[in-house]
């Protein structure tokens, strides 16, 4: 028995899915700084931290 050799040409698949637009090359650094202004409105006021202990591992 013989099969056919495979075909890089899916029909049915290269139509499919979503095609999302390409962000426009803007300076990156605007980026941020409108990702930073979003963070600043969703919480205009940064939660109380702990003190940092000296234990000899830096965890997140």
């Known amino acids: ?3 056919l050799p495979n075909s890089i040409d899916q029909p049915f698949a290269n139509d499919g ?3 999302p637009p390409v ?3 803007d300076d990156p650094f605007r980026t941020l ?3 930073m202004a979003v963070v600043e409105a969703l919480c ?3 939660p109380e931290r702990g003190v940092f202990v000296d ?3 830096m965890l997140l």
């Open 55 to 57: 234990s000899g591992k």
């Open 23 to 25: 962000a426009p090359d």
């Open 33 to 35: 700084d409108e990702l």
């Open 1 to 3: 028995m013989k099969s």
């Open 44 to 46: 205009p006021v940064w």
């Open 17 to 19: 899915g979503i095609q």
